[in-house]
């Protein structure tokens, strides 16, 4: 944890690797404020670059990790509104499942 924390704070992941470690650490249980905080923090700079798995991922990880970050979370569900024709019936199942718990 402790070197995810410190790659995501670098700046230097891609969208696809937040958000597989944002999902792995929700599909473990594991969470810490430091490590949210650091996959909010690169997910609120690439989330313009996220296609629609790694936004609907990313939501669910911090849903199922019970981590509400507001600004993420809103920041999260606008871009995913905005793109929404670029969703399969799973991405959306998973924002809904996301919004809900």
């Given at each position: 944890a402790v070197a995810?924390?410190?790659?995501l704070k670098s700046g230097n992941l891609s969208p696809r690797e937040i958000s597989v470690f944002a999902w792995a650490f929700a599909k473990l249980g594991f969470s810490?404020?430091?490590l949210m905080d650091?996959?909010?923090r690169a997910t609120?700079?690439?989330?313009l670059e996220?296609?629609?798995?790694?936004?609907?991922s990313t939501r669910w990880a911090f849903a199922k990790l019970r981590c509400e970050d507001r600004e993420v979370l809103e920041r999260l569900?606008?871009?995913a509104i905005q793109r929404s024709e670029e969703f399969s019936a799973r991405h959306i199942s998973n924002m809904v499942w996301s919004c809900a718990s």
């Open positions: 995810a924390e410190k790659r810490s404020k430091p650091a996959i909010g609120l700079v690439k989330m996220f296609d629609a798995l790694q936004i609907s569900n606008q871009v």
